[in-house]
């Protein structure tokens, strides 16, 4: 099975300060056909506008991953945490048994543009937990490089599910090969660029599921940089 989402079919919420895509069913956008896909629950594609932001809020038993793709994204919570994410960084939060925490937009005038990941866990209610990591020192060049792994192998994020979150970026004529999922869900999420998959184009915000298929391959027309989930049942 494989399941195209095209970001002109998402949800859509406009609030002025805040713009965001919604790929699965959230807030008040709602589609009973698209809650998630696998363990994955949210995709929000979100542009936060000078100065706007998130008050503090709580969350409990979910997965929450932040990738900034541009601007800086002030997180403050429960844990006493307090920092700037900048761009081209990410944050995974295991809400567990409970945290509260605020985004805000660092800067009074330019927008702050990220990736809002929830991700069901596989234990509930256990100490709620901050990850942070800069990708600056990634070589992602035409290959899926781990950012999140069950089991924080080298020095990835640990995430409390099986489920491995990768970050690849393509250059234009490359191909991307991804293995046979039998056994996995897989999810690809277009950030930016052009891809190419059986005669349809994917471009920004875009995103594909795959799942009981045989090996899929993906090519590309421009630069492109994708996140690619793969998960276990």
Do not use: C
């Not at 506008?49 to 503090?56: D, L, N």
């Not at 995430?159 to 970050?167: F, G, K, P, V």
């Amino acid at each position: 099975m494989k399941t195209l989402r095209l970001f002109k079919d998402i949800g859509h919420t406009d609030l002025g300060w805040l713009k965001s895509g919604h790929t699965f069913s959230f807030a008040s956008y709602y589609d009973p056909k698209w809650m998630g896909f696998g363990h994955l629950r949210v995709i929000n594609n979100d542009r936060v506008e000078g100065g706007g932001g998130f008050a503090p809020h709580s969350h409990d038993n979910m997965e929450i991953i932040s990738y900034v793709t541009e601007g800086g994204l002030a997180h403050g919570d429960s844990l006493g945490n307090k920092s700037v994410i900048p761009y081209g960084s990410i944050q995974l939060m295991s809400a567990g048994s409970g945290i509260t925490h605020s985004e805000y937009n660092d800067d009074s005038v330019l927008p702050v543009k990220f990736y809002q990941i929830w991700i069901k866990p596989n234990v509930r209610n256990e100490a709620p937990t901050y990850q942070e990591k800069s990708l600056f020192d990634i070589d992602a060049t035409n290959q899926l490089v781990p950012l999140v792994t069950p089991d924080g192998r080298d020095g990835t994020l640990l995430i409390r599910q099986d489920a491995t979150l990768s970050l690849g970026r393509f250059k234009a004529g490359e191909t991307l090969t991804l293995p046979k999922t039998d056994t996995r869900d897989v999810w690809v999420q277009v950030v930016e660029g052009q891809a190419l998959w059986e005669g349809q184009t994917l471009a920004d915000g875009d995103g594909l599921g795959i799942r009981d298929e045989d090996e899929v391959s993906i090519s590309f027309a421009k630069p492109t940089e994708l996140l690619v989930f793969s998960m276990g049942r």
